[in-house]
């Protein structure tokens, strides 16, 4: 299991890159004794059956490896706080992955450097478009590379420049809330 939740929503996040989805939306709310995340994607999705499945550490559809722990790795972080996870998808469609911890439980690992998991993402997967809302108590800031394309025209996300003024603009949403 990864140390951090950020690490989590980090390889969620990377399932939907592998499932060939063009925009990931990662929402994380911090209130009220609870931390929420969720992770929305328009990839390939999955059939009930594999929804079934999905939790079940020795199903995967990669082909690399016979395991897949992902989903059952935050399903297990969330439980263990006394939280909840639920994951909803369709085929052709996308998926929705949602982790509730208990922040207050002993057993709820920290948040992480969510600022620097999303620059990871982003940076990483030039060509894909993120959302990113963080909402602390009634204070939110929202991150949305469609913004920041429509800026920079041609550009790219993964140029040195934009990669330090993305960098900035996290670690800034990070200071405001």
Same mark, same amino acid.
């Given at each position: ?9 980090? @390889? ?21 004794g ?19 499945r ?17 989903i /059952? ?33 002993? @057993?709820?690992? /920290? ?13 990483a ?18 991150? @949305? ?8 025209? @041609? ?23």
């Amino acid at each position: 299991m990864f140390p951090e939740i950020s690490l989590h929503i980090l @390889d969620i996040a990377q399932n939907a890159v592998r499932a060939g989805a063009s925009r990931i939306e990662i929402r994380v709310t911090e209130r009220a004794g609870e931390l929420t995340a969720v992770i929305r994607d328009n990839g390939c999705g999955m059939t009930p059956g594999q929804c079934a499945r999905a939790a079940d550490p020795f199903v995967t559809s990669r082909t690399e490896r016979r395991v897949g722990l992902g989903i /059952p790795f935050i399903k297990l972080a969330a439980e263990l706080t006394g939280g909840r996870f639920s994951l909803e998808s369709a085929a052709g469609r996308g998926t929705a992955v949602t982790a509730v911890f208990r922040t207050g439980h002993i @057993d709820c690992m /920290p948040l992480g450097d969510l600022s620097g998991t999303v620059f990871a993402l982003v940076t990483a997967n030039p060509g894909l478009d993120f959302l990113f809302v963080h909402t602390v108590g009634e204070r939110s800031e929202t991150m @949305d590379t469609r913004a920041f394309r429509a800026v920079l025209g @041609d550009v790219g996300l993964d140029t040195p420049d934009v990669k330090r003024y993305i960098r900035e603009y996290l670690d800034e949403m990070n200071r405001e809330l």
